[in-house]
């Protein structure tokens, strides 16, 4: 079967993260569309991202480890409470330690956005920021693109602004460069890059989970007020058929195995009382057949305060709904996806009420032009059907940090 790829229509995409789903996928065929679709998170790299060596300061994959012990870090004064309706913008680490994160602030402040989601990592997994946990010591950056961490959460907390620390977890090179035993590998031994060239980790590592960990212990002590998991999953593009595991043995299904992340990860953050929000594929929340990828709703929702499905209209296949372009309809496929995901998880746990997955349920919508463009009318469109669906908030995604101005609030 063949592939699409909806190209941006006034946009030059740079470095994106695309996400590959094979004909092999049901959800794809169940739901009237083509054999295969590509999806992009970041649907253009910023301009100032691009420019910088984002992968220069980690070498290839060498054959040695390290391994350190998690100490305690000093927690925080003070932490933002939960906004009512979280209004989000996300923010790469090169915005979060530039000067337009001054203009952002002031942009956020003047149209009522609450809530600012800020990378924790750089493209390739290098840190964006200095840690304090000596644990974290061997990840720190020589010249970090956020020099002052603790001077910029307190300028949003003296902004009352919501700071959600987003940390992607499984393609990441910096950390496999330390720890090449958790990292994909071909049958030759070499290393398994996607197709953008980059290295994934092993979701089944135990290595991978506890690093996360260490890194949410990390954001939340130092202020970031929720912390928020992206890249929680198997690889979905490159030549898949060529990975080796170094964990992962098949004994399980894929979904299992990121249960068992997600319950780790989530579990173990609920119970040390430290919010914690996973990100989705949106088609999750339409089907609960693991997606090839590990991704089930049901495997999520226990073990997290928030779930947020990346509901972008314009990565949905072809047919979607009976929509020849699902990128025209940003109501229509938001709306859809949030109140599917009920069904979901009720099928799992019954007395879970309607109520409860609504407020659960916080997605990422778009604010970037693919498929259509994306101006301030169809950006409304989805925020509407956030608010009509009973979600909790909802996030703007631009990689760019550029977002259409327009009313935010209620």
């Known amino acids: 079967m063949a592939s699409e790829q909806l190209t941006p229509l006034d946009q030059t995409p740079q470095k994106s993260r695309s996400f590959y789903f094979s004909g092999s996928i049901a959800i794809l065929i169940l739901l009237g569309g083509i054999g ?38 000093a927690p925080a004064m003070f932490h933002i409470p939960l906004p009512e309706e979280v209004r989000g913008i ?38 964006a920021f200095v840690p304090n946990d000596p644990a974290l010591q061997e990840l720190a950056p ?8 603790d001077g910029l959460l307190k ?27 958790t990292v994909l590998r071909t ?29 949410a212990r990390e954001a939340y002590v130092r202020g970031f007020d929720e912390i928020q998991f992206d890249y929680v999953r198997f690889a979905s593009d490159g030549v898949l058929s060529a990975i080796r595991y170094p964990v992962y043995d098949g004994k399980q299904t894929k979904s299992e195995a990121m249960r068992d992340f997600f319950k780790k990860v989530g579990g173990t953050l609920q119970s040390e009382k430290i919010p914690v929000s ?4 949106g088609l999750t929340f339409v089907n609960n057949d693991g997606l090839g990828i590990g991704q089930r709703l049901t495997d999520v929702y226990p073990y997290a305060d ?17 929509f020849a372009n699902p990128a025209l309809y940003p109501y229509e ?3 859809h996806t949030l109140d599917s995901g009920i069904g979901i998880v009720q099928s799992a746990d019954s007395s879970t009420t309607p109520e409860a997955v609504r407020y659960k349920s916080r997605p990422w919508i778009q604010d970037f032009d693919m498929g259509a463009i994306y101006d301030a009318a169809k950006v409304q469109a989805q925020i509407k059907a956030a608010r009509d669906a009973g979600a909790s908030g909802w996030m703007l995604w631009n990689a760019s940090n550029v977002y259409t101005p327009t009313r935010y609030a209620k």
């Open 36 to 73: 295969g679709l590509v999806f992009s998170r970041h649907a253009f790299a910023p301009a100032s991202q691009s420019s910088s060596p984002v992968t220069s300061s980690t070498p290839d994959i060498m054959e040695a480890t390290s391994t350190a012990e998690t100490a305690p870090v």
């Open 90 to 127: 996300y923010w790469t680490g090169y915005t979060a330690g530039s000067k337009r994160a001054e203009e952002l602030m002031a942009y956020a402040s003047s149209s009522r956005l609450n809530a600012i989601v800020i990378d924790l990592k750089l493209d390739d997994g290098d840190l």
């Open 142 to 149: 020589k010249d970090p693109v956020i020099r002052d961490l």
């Open 155 to 181: 300028k949003l907390a003296d902004l009352n602004l919501y700071r959600i620390a987003r940390i992607a977890v499984m393609r990441d090179k910096a950390y496999g460069v330390l720890h090449p035993d």
């Open 187 to 215: 049958a030759g031994g070499g290393v398994w890059h996607d197709r953008t060239g980059m290295p994934w980790l092993d979701p089944a590592s135990p290595k991978v989970a506890d690093y996360s960990l260490a890194l």
């Open 278 to 281: 996973f990100d989705l594929f």
């Open 306 to 322: 928030f779930v947020s499905p990346m509901a972008y209209p314009s990565h949905y296949a072809k047919g979607f709904q009976g």
């Open 333 to 335: 496929v938001v709306k």
